[in-house]
């Protein structure tokens, strides 16, 4: 059986833009200064603990060639949060990037496999995306709801159907 060939950042700099880094006072949205955009990090050998452990979804196998951060302009990777488990983060790297079928069909297939999806838009609007089958504490989501949160809750949908 043949090893699947590992993937490489290869001019992809997505993250770098579309990622929060304490530890060198970048905030989201903006470009890392030690970013040659499109083509490497300048600090790659010495770059924060953050950017050390920051895993990118496609960079684990996830999508297809096609869908490498640079081409279809989102980011997207697992994260730890309390009340929602191991959710899927999807953040546009560029306007609009969440409404395209790529980002659908990313959210599609994270809801099939029973995982909770935020996504973060370039203008910082949030929705929380809830697959059928798994529950979120009521007063978490009135917490995001709150905070001006979009929540896709399928139980909603279906109980709303029946």
Known sequence: M?????????GCTE????????????????QCKHCTSGE?????????????????????????EA?????????????FDLMLGMPWLLIESQAGALATEPA???????LRQHDCVITVSRILTFALYIPQGRSVPDDHLAQLR???????????AMVAAE
């Not at 790659?44 to 603990?49: A, E, F, I, N, R």
């Not at 659908?104 to 994270?110: A, C, Q």
């Not at 979009?150 to 139980?155: A, G």
């Open 40 to 64: 490497r990090c300048d600090i790659y050998s010495t770059k924060p603990l953050e950017c050390t452990e920051y895993t990118c979804g496609w960079l684990d196998g996830e999508g297809t």
């Open 104 to 110: 659908r069909r990313i959210i599609e297939s994270k």
């Open 15 to 30: 993250c770098c833009f579309a990622s929060t880094v304490v530890a060198l006072s970048k905030p989201v949205f903006t």
């Open 2 to 10: 043949q090893e699947p060939q590992k993937r490489s950042c290869d």
């Open 146 to 156: 709150q905070r001006s949160w979009t929540i896709h809750d399928e139980n909603a």
């Open 67 to 79: 869908d490498k951060p640079n081409r279809i302009h989102l980011v997207h990777n697992q994260m």
